[in-house]
């Protein structure tokens, strides 16, 4: 670092050393929290203080700001738990557009699909802020012990502890050529009220997950069962659908159905999958979850 800290020669420094890691501060952040929202504002918050912070003290700048990043949404997202067990209907995370930008930031897209995040809701922030260092971004064990103040041999075993539980929780997934087919047909039969061919999609145990967050009509308890979910699906087709126009985008890694009506987009859907089928059917409508995601670029229909 310059001599100069503070001076303007010095800020534009900091500046151009935040902006070159910002991404993946965002990355850290949003899977640490489900939110983009709250991602942005914790980044943001990063920078205020690495503007204000002594900077000539610092030997690595990049390790400097993703330990604030780590620290600051490992107590995020302590007060985020508190409100999602009093959210209004199921949580779900906040999709973000990954069609412009694959893995946020990250050398690798792990840790960012849906269903990765669901699980990691179920682990302490802590365990939750070293899986997502070493799985996302590959950062060495010694190193993450430093970020969130534990000794090495307590961060392998929180690793492999959260890595086992996500091994356990989740089915191998299907690849991303797979999921788009069946959520494209998931769309047609949900559209047409076709209750046969909603139940062939479906593993037994699939559950449908509505996030509505208490502002708009939603479900407001999981519905679980391929003959309950599609039954569920299939009472509502005739209202629902009428006018919606289907979009398709990249959310989170994996391909997702935008779904506007009168040029306004209402809800981001997506289905999550294994070889057996669909096992989850994630619906996001909470207007504030929207936002980071546009309409579809994809085929319209």
């Known amino acids: 670092m310059t ?10 420094e900091a500046a151009a050393v935040f902006t070159g890691v910002r991404r993946r501060l965002f990355g850290i952040a949003y899977r640490m929290l489900g939110s983009a929202a709250e991602a942005e504002d914790l980044v943001q918050d990063v920078w205020l203080r690495w503007q204000a912070y002594d900077r000539v003290t610092v030997d690595s700048p990049t390790a400097f700001l993703v330990t604030v990043t780590t620290r600051l949404a490992i107590n995020a997202a302590r007060s985020a738990r508190a409100r999602h067990e009093t959210y209004v209907g199921p949580w779900l995370p906040e999709p973000v557009d ?9 050398e690798r897209g792990e840790a960012l699909e849906f269903a990765v995040l669901l699980l990691l809701e179920r682990l302490s922030p802590t365990e939750r802020a070293a899986y997502v260092l070493r799985e996302a971004f590959d950062y060495p064990y010694r190193q993450i012990a ?4 534990l000794n090495e041999a307590a961060v392998r075993q929180q690793v492999s502890r959260a890595r086992k539980r996500v091994l356990a929780e989740r089915r191998a997934p299907v690849t991303g050529a797979e999921q788009r087919r069946l959520l494209t047909a998931f769309v047609a039969a949900a559209r047409s009220g076709d209750l046969t061919a ?6 037994a145990d699939v559950t ?34 009428a006018g919606v126009e289907v979009t398709w985008a990249s959310t989170n890694g994996q391909t997702a159905a935008v779904l506007s009506r ?3 987009v209402f809800a ?6 294994s070889e057996q089928g669909i096992d989850q059917v994630l619906w996001m409508m909470n207007p504030a979850k929207l936002t980071a995601v546009s309409p579809g670029r994809g085929p319209r229909s």
């Open 198 to 203: 909603l139940e062939e999609l479906f593993t």
């Open 3 to 12: 001599s100069d800290s503070g001076g303007p020669g010095d800020l534009e």
């Open 98 to 106: 990954t069609g412009a930008d694959p893995y946020l930031g990250a």
């Open 262 to 264: 009168d040029g306004q």
């Open 146 to 149: 430093d970020i969130v103040r």
């Open 268 to 273: 981001v859907l997506t289905v999550n999958a």
């Open 208 to 241: 449908s997950y509505s996030d509505g967050g208490g502002v708009v009509r939603a479900s407001r308890v999981p519905v679980a069962g391929a003959s309950r979910v599609a039954k569920y699906v299939r009472a509502f087709a005739g209202h629902f659908w």
